[in-house]
């Protein structure tokens, strides 16, 4: 009797120490790989209701240099994103000759745009001078793109983008994009 509950308590002591040891390979991984992890939890953390998203996609983690968060194509590609929902508006409200402020998908489909532009300009750098060294490793961005219902209850597609520390332990810049 005594033996068996010896053994027994040796078990879950072993089970405990092989779940701790697991545990702390998992998030002793490459700061890389923890970015994905960090920039998922940051996107339930900031969305309005975390358990309407469906998430379509995480982006691998690219290195950010300096404050340059993103790069010229990207800001190309962005600037097309906005173009589109621009353009959807303008037809959809025909000018906004016919803006109906009670058609909330419209209305938070524009601010959403409005926002993402505001911060698109913060963040494009300003041209540099030829010759300028390169700026060094300062950490790494994560894009989320994810379907979710706003504090209305609307249904929206957006990618969020997530600027981590160098050891992807916090989110140091974020910003949503919308999509159609």
Sequence with gaps: ?????????????????????ALGLMYSGSPKDKAVIVAEKALMATVDYPNSVRIIGISLPDSVYGRDYITPQEKLSLSMTMMKIHEKVMKETNGFE?????????A???????TAMAVLRSLVPPEQPHGITEKPFSGWKVKVEYEARSSRGVPYRSEYWFILDKDAQCVIKSFEIPLL
Excluded: H, W, Y
């Design 98 to 106: 016919n803006f109906n402020p009670k058609d909330r998908q419209t």
């Design 1 to 21: 009797m005594k033996n068996k509950k010896l053994i027994l308590i040796a078990g879950i002591v072993s089970l405990l120490v092989v779940c701790g040891l």
């Design 108 to 114: 938070e489909m524009m601010e959403r745009q409005m």
